[in-house]
């Protein structure tokens, strides 16, 4: 095979072919500022408008409720600090999990620079938050709870819906990070009683450097950019219209093709554990086996660096990623991988592949041959595997 086999959904996803065609326009002949009052800046106006009513929509709410930012970590970032300074009077206790994503750790790690107190709930083994642990969390001035809606390596899905209860009966606050989750699964900010949910572009096909964060009526809102009128003054800066228009194309497509999508990828994904957990020893499958998203896959393979192997799929054409030191760039691997209980010397042969509506049955085949290959031959080559086999063999 010499074209790119493409696993690293979960990294981004390709800008699908409609939604740049939409976008074209915006760069050139509708090319208008949306907050002049003749026709051209009108009619970046109305596609800004058509964005934000097909959001609001998919997750069951208002368009008012829905800000464009540049992204899923500006979405984050803004939520916390915006959540903190809004109900600092009420207390300045804050609750999230262990395997959130960077942009909602390091904003917790400034917060608590500002003299916040952050609680960062344990997962159990696979990587799914300890609801007993969420409810002994809960003070007197705990003002938010933050749980991100599916993990980005592990793909497990959050009980949401028990954690929007929770929170509702408490009177605090629940933001959700649904970047790896919007245009995904099904979400909707009502019945799962969420109060901000993030979200952004380039995670379900659509533009990188655009997503939203969805902010419920009657939570008070700081300004995130301060200048201009846009986003109803919260959020100052000429819009990303092209982006806008991107993000809300996407939506769409995401939406409608949902159901169908869910059930493809889900079959290549169980399909593709099923053969490496039959074919290749010593592997350990992460993640929720059933409370999963439809397109992640994540093994740690024992006595195997993460990133030899990647470098090996690399050249047999294969795009994937993995929790091990190198590719975080620190010395550490994944926090997420830690937390779910795993060894460093097991966290650091981990292999995440995220699949996609794209990816064939031929090819996921091909993948399986190519690792069984590539984690045969650096076992062949690796130390602690040579002590293991021989300690088998007594
Ligand atoms: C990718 C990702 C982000 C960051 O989104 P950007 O748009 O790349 O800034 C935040 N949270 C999760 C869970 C992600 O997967």
Not at 48 to 75: M, N, Q
Not at 80 to 90: D, F, M, R, S, T
Not at 239 to 262: F, H, S, T
Not at 347 to 366: C, F, K, P, Q, V
Request: hydrophobic fraction near 40%; charge should be negative.
């Amino acid at each position: 095979m010499d074209k790119i086999i493409y696993l690293d959904n979960a990294a981004t996803t390709k800008t699908a072919p409609q939604v740049v065609e939409a976008m074209l326009p915006y760069f050139s002949e509708k090319y208008g500022n949306a907050s002049s009052i003749y026709q051209l800046g009108a009619e970046s106006k109305q596609a800004l408008t058509k964005a934000r009513d097909i959001i609001a929509e998919s997750l069951h709410a208002d368009p008012a409720e829905i800000y464009f930012t540049a992204g899923g970590s500006e979405a984050d970032n803004w939520a916390l600090i915006a959540a903190a300074e809004g109900y600092e009077a009420k207390g300045k206790h804050i609750i999230t999990s262990k395997i959130e994503h960077h942009a909602i750790l390091h904003t917790c790690q400034y917060l608590e620079k500002k003299g916040y107190e952050i609680t960062y709930i344990d997962t159990d083994e696979n990587g799914i938050i300890k609801l007993e642990d969420l409810k002994t969390a809960i003070r007197q001035d705990t003002i938010l709870i933050s749980v991100m809606f599916a993990n980005n390596e592990i793909g497990t899905v959050q009980p949401i819906a028990e954690i929007g209860e929770i929170a509702k009966e408490n009177g605090i606050l629940f933001h959700t990070d649904a970047v790896q989750a919007y245009g995904h699964v099904p979400i909707n900010v009502e019945t799962l009683h969420i109060d901000m949910l993030s979200a952004s572009g380039h995670k379900f096909n659509g533009p990188k450097g655009v997503g939203f964060l969805y902010i419920r009526k009657g939570v008070k809102v700081r300004s995130f950019i301060h200048g201009g009128a846009q986003e109803r003054h919260r959020r100052a800066g000429t819009e990303n219209v092209p982006g806008i228009v991107g993000l809300g194309a996407a939506a769409q497509l995401a939406l409608a093709q949902m159901k169908k999508r869910m059930e493809n990828v889900s079959r290549l994904r169980d399909y593709l554990i099923g053969r490496i957990e039959k074919e290749i020893p010593h592997c350990r499958l992460n993640g929720d086996r059933i409370k999963r998203l439809p397109n992640n896959v994540n093994f740690s393979f024992r006595f195997i660096e993460g990133e030899s192997l990647l470098i090996m799929l690399d050249m047999k054409g294969i795009c994937a990623s993995s929790g091990s030191a190198c590719t975080s760039g620190s010395l550490d691997p994944s926090h997420v991988l830690l937390a779910i209980g795993l060894e460093h010397e097991i966290a650091h042969g981990s292999l995440r592949l995220t699949l996609s509506e794209e990816n064939t049955m031929e090819e996921i085949d091909y993948v399986v041959d190519a690792i069984k290959e590539v984690v045969n031959r650096l076992r062949q080559m690796s130390p602690l595997y040579e002590d293991f086999v021989k300690t088998e063999q007594k």
